[in-house]
């Protein structure tokens, strides 16, 4: 069994950044992907970007040269660096681990960017 405990999220302004950060504890294996997804009001949860064993990086568009995803591998903590955020970035983020074919999720930080 694995639990994720995100934090890091708030309230930020249009052109804020905020930096989120994802702890997995439990039984962990270091093959494994990590990353975050997101949930805006009415709309389904959408693919934010994902790291493979430390290494290889995933975006979706709509954040690409905005979000930088990293991680420690050692510590099984992923990071989410959002810069140059805008309103339609307001949504609950979840952070998201796979392994051994199996998916985890933890029970998602609250980002609203408003002013």
């Known amino acids: 069994q694995v639990q994720l405990v995100e934090s890091g999220g708030g309230l930020v302004q249009p052109g804020g950044s905020l930096r989120l950060s994802c702890a997995a504890s439990?039984?962990?294996?270091?093959?494994?992907?990590m990353g975050w997804y997101r949930q805006a009001p009415g709309k389904q949860r959408e693919l934010v970007a994902t790291i493979q064993n430390g290494y290889t990086r995933k975006y979706a568009d709509s954040v690409k040269g905005r979000f930088a995803i990293s991680g420690d591998n050692d510590k099984n903590t992923v990071y989410l660096q959002m810069n140059s955020l805008k309103p339609e970035d307001t949504a609950v983020y979840y952070c998201?681990?796979?392994?051994?074919?199996?998916?985890?999720w933890g029970k998602g930080t609250l980002v609203t960017v408003s002013s």
């Open positions: 439990g039984i962990t294996f270091s093959i494994n992907t």
């Open positions: 998201y681990r796979q392994q051994a074919g199996i998916d985890y």
